[in-house]
């Protein structure tokens, strides 16, 4: 089970952290990673790292305004997002997949076929 947080406001030119706190599962032997999607828009992948914690797959959007880390000890994934747009107002997912390692396409890893588990969801909101 994978549960998602992080303060839902905030202004134009702001920073904002996501957590997300998987339970009932070994966290670090698995590929972790976010999606958001916004109003009226399909589901998009943001940001993940791969099972080995060795590669970092990144989406189109938002690559050099936010970094992605975990602490495994905590089994806890956070999102770090910079100098924040309010195009960025979307609901965050945190997803979760044992099999994504290093070698994967940055397409495929895109899909989000390719992820076996979800979290519920935070809405995030920024306003100009």
């Known amino acids: 089970q994978l549960q998602a947080s992080g303060v839902g406001s905030v202004q134009a030119g702001g920073s904002l952290r996501l957590s997300c706190v998987a339970s009932?599962?070994?966290?670090?032997?698995?590929?972790a990673g976010w999606f958001r999607q916004a109003p009226g828009k399909e589901r998009e992948f943001v940001v993940g790292?791969?099972?080995?914690?060795?590669?970092?797959y990144y989406g189109a959007s938002m690559r050099d305004r936010l970094s992605i880390s975990r602490d495994n000890g905590k089994n806890t994934l956070y999102l770090q997002m910079n100098n924040l747009k309010p195009e960025d107002t979307a609901v965050y997912y945190c997803?979760?997949?044992?099999?994504?390692?290093?070698?994967?396409?940055?397409?495929?890893?895109?899909?989000?076929?390719?992820?076996?588990?979800w979290g519920q969801g935070t809405q995030v909101t920024v306003s100009s």
């Open positions: 997803a979760a997949d044992e099999a994504l390692g290093d070698s994967y396409s940055n397409t495929y890893v895109s899909e989000m076929r390719s992820w076996h588990y």
């Open positions: 790292n791969s099972n080995t914690g060795r590669r970092t």
């Open positions: 009932g599962r070994t966290f670090n032997r698995y590929a």
